[in-house]
C-alpha cells in the first residue's frame, strides 16, 4: 500500500516554500526535454522538468544538499540534470506524496499492490525482499544460480538456503529452467521454509515455468519472490512472456535501467500483499535505503513506467522484431549459434562462439574498440543488451561488426567450456551468515581446498558466485576460477582477485 504523504520526510526541517511552474514550451511545439510528452502520467518527471527548469533559469538559491547547488563552475557539468527527491522534486516534508503517487501508478501497471522505486538497484531491492519474508536462522528455497546480491541478502537477513539448481542446456552448458518438481521436493523436505526465490528469467535469458513455481510455493503456504532484474518488459507485448507478479508471483524485483530507458541504479520493487506484509516491506526496504534519492532517478523511473504504459506494445513489438532478426541473421554465419527457443526470453540475444573458434574476448576487444561495449563477454559467449530504445540501424550495426569480428578472429571450432558460475555444485558447511560473520584467515588458495569460504568470489559478470561464505571450497571450483582468470575473465569480489590466497573461516584453536 502506498505510504501516508509524509512518511518518508525523515528530517524535521522547514518545508521549502512551493515552486511557480518552470517556463512551458511554446504551444503547439512539443518540450524538447520531454519529447513524448509523458509528464502529464509522471508526476516525478514533471516535478524532474519543474525543477530543473527553475536550475537552468538560475531561479533558485538552494540552502539544501546536494552540494553543488546547481552550480555546474565548480564540479563541471557531472552535476547536471542532478536533483534530490527531497527538497527538489518535492520538500522535505512533503515530497514523500508524489514519490507515493509515482509508486502507485507503477503497482498499477504491473497489478501488485505494493510497490517501492530504488536508486541502488536491483541489489537494494533484492536485499529488501531477502530481509521482508523471514528471521534470522529460517529457511528459504532459493536457485543457486541467483546473483550476489540476493547471497548477500541471505547474509543480511540470515537465511538459510535450501539450494535447487537450474538444468542445463547440454549443447551451451549455460543454465535452464529450474524445475518446479525440485522446488516442491524442496519444500517438501523443508516444511519450515519461508519463501522461495529465483531469478527468471536468468542471466542468459532462459525461462521457468513461473507459474507452475507460484503454484507451488503457494501450496506450501510461502510467498514466491522472484529476481527479475532483466526483465522490466516482460508482460508489455502479446508475444513476450507475463511478468513475474502476472504468474503469480508475490514479490519481484526488476532493474529499470536494464531492460527499460532508466537511469543507471534504477529498479523497482513489486509485490502482492497476501503472504507478505507491506509495513514489513517497507522496513526491509527502508532498512538499506539512502536517505537522499536522486531525483533523476526516481524520475526516470517514472518516465520509463509511463512510456510502458503508453507505448510499451509498440516499442516491445519492435523490440521482438529486432532481436527475431539479429538471431536469423547471426544463425546464418558458419559454426555460430544463438539461445533461442521457448524456454528463452525472445528479447534476449546470447551468442554462441565455440563453433567458429573465435574468442569472446578477442570480439569483445573489436567490439569495444568499435564503440560497441558488450553486457557479457565470456570465451563462448557473448550477450549484448537490445533494449526498446535500439533500432535497424543500431542493431545491424552491432550484428555487421560482430560478424566481421568472428571472421577476424575465426579459428578451429572447440567444446564450449560453461563459466564455473553455471556448474556450481555448492556443499554448505555454515550459514552465510555464520561464515561471513566468523572469524576469518586468508590462506595460500591451495591450501583452501577443502576449508569454508568466508567471501563470496565471482566471475563478473554473470555476478553469481563460485564460492560463497558458508561453502566447502572444492578443487574443481578453484580450478574453474583458475582458468577463468588465466584467460582474462574479471574475477569480482574476491580478497585477492589473482586467486593467490583465499579467505577462509578459521579453524578453531
Ligand atoms: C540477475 C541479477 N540480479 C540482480 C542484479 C543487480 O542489479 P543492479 O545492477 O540493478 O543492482 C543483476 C546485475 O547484473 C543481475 O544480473
Redesign the pocket.
Known amino acids: 500500500m502506498p505510504l501516508p504523504a509524509d512518511h518518508r520526510a525523515d528530517d524535521a526541517q522547514q518545508a521549502r516554500p512551493t515552486r511557480p511552474a518552470a517556463p512551458a514550451a511554446p504551444a503547439g511545439l512539443p518540450d524538447a526535454r520531454d519529447p513524448r510528452g509523458l509528464r502529464s502520467d509522471a508526476p516525478l518527471l514533471d516535478a524532474w522538468l519543474r525543477f530543473t527548469a527553475q536550475a537552468q533559469a538560475g531561479a533558485l538559491t538552494p540552502m539544501s544538499v546536494p552540494g553543488h547547488k546547481q552550480r555546474q563552475d565548480l564540479t563541471g557539468a557531472v552535476v547536471a540534470g542532478d536533483a534530490p527527491m527531497y527538497t527538489g522534486l518535492g520538500t522535505l516534508k512533503h515530497g514523500g506524496a508524489v514519490l507515493a503517487d509515482a509508486e502507485k501508478r507503477a503497482a498499477r501497471l504491473w497489478g501488485a499492490d505494493w510497490c517501492r522505486f530504488s536508486v541502488?538497484?536491483?541489489?537494494?531491492?533484492?536485499q529488501a525482499l531477502a530481509l521482508a519474508v523471514g528471521s534470522p536462522g529460517q529457511e528459504v528455497v532459493i536457485a543457486r544460480s541467483?546473483?550476489r546480491?540476493?547471497l548477500l541478502g541471505l547474509v543480511l537477513a540470515g537465511l538459510r538456503p535450501v539450494w535447487v539448481l537450474p538444468e542445463r542446456d547440454v549443447a551451451s552448458g549455460l543454465p535452464a529452467a529450474v524445475p518446479v518438481d525440485s522446488v516442491r521436493t524442496a519444500l517438501a523436505s523443508h516444511p519450515q521454509a519461508c519463501a522461495v526465490f529465483l531469478?527468471d528469467p536468468?542471466?542468459v535469458g532462459t525461462i521457468s515455468d513461473l507459474a507452475g513455481h507460484a503454484r507451488a510455493a503457494h501450496e506450501a503456504g510461502v510467498p514466491l519472490v522472484v529476481?527479475a532484474?532483466?526483465a522490466a518488459h516482460l508482460g508489455f507485448h502479446p508475444d513476450l512472456p507475463p511478468h513475474a507478479i502476472a504468474a503469480g508471483a508475490d514479490a519481484m524485483?526488476t532493474?529499470a535501467?536494464?531492460a527499460l530507458p532508466a537511469f543507471t541504479?534504477g529498479?523497482l520493487v513489486l509485490a502482492r500483499t497476501g503472504l507478505l506484509d507491506p509495513a514489513r516491506l517497507d522496513r526491509a526496504f527502508e532498512a538499506t535505503n539512502t536517505t537522499s534519492p536522486a531525483g533523476a532517478i526516481v524520475a526516470s523511473i517514472d518516465a520509463a513506467r509511463a512510456l510502458l504504459a503508453r507505448d510499451g506494445v509498440a516499442l516491445c513489438g519492435r523490440l521482438l522484431r529486432l532481436v527475431a532478426d539479429a538471431r536469423q541473421r547471426l544463425a546464418q554465419v558458419p559454426g555460430l549459434g544463438v539461445l533461442d527457443g521457448p524456454g528463452v526470453e525472445p528479447t534476449k540475444l546470447v551468442v554462441l562462439l565455440a563453433g567458429t573458434g573465435a574468442h569472446g574476448h578477442s570480439i569483445e576487444a573489436d567490439l569495444i574498440a568499435a564503440g560497441m561495449p558488450v553486457e557479457m563477454a565470456e570465451p563462448d559467449t557473448i550477450i549484448p543488451v537490445i533494449t526498446l530504445a535500439d533500432d535497424e540501424a543500431t542493431v545491424a550495426r552491432f550484428t555487421g561488426t560482430l560478424i566481421a569480428a568472428i571472421e577476424r578472429h575465426r579459428g578451429a571450432p572447440r567444446r564450449p567450456v560453461p563459466s564455473p558460475a553455471w556448474t556450481v555444485t555448492p556443499q554448505m558447511a555454515l550459514a552465510p551468515r555464520e561464515a561471513f560473520f566468523a572469524p576469518g584467515e586468508t590462506v595460500c588458495a591451495d591450501d583452501a581446498v577443502g576449508r569454508i569460504s568466508a567471501e563470496l568470489v565471482a566471475p563478473y559478470?554473470?555476478?553469481v558466485p563460485v564460492l560463497a561464505p558458508g561453502e566447502i571450497i572444492t578443487a574443481e571450483a578453484l580450478a574453474a576460477l583458475r582458468l577463468t582468470h588465466a584467460d582474462g575473465g574479471r574475477i569480482a569480489y574476491a580478497a585477492d582477485p589473482g586467486l593467490a590466497t583465499l579467505q577462509v573461516v578459521a579453524t578453531p584453536a
Open positions: 541502488a538497484g536491483s541489489t537494494h531491492g533484492n541467483l546473483h546480491s540476493m531469478g536468468s542471466y529476481d532484474a532483466w524485483v532493474s535501467h536494464k541504479q529498479a559478470p554473470p555476478g
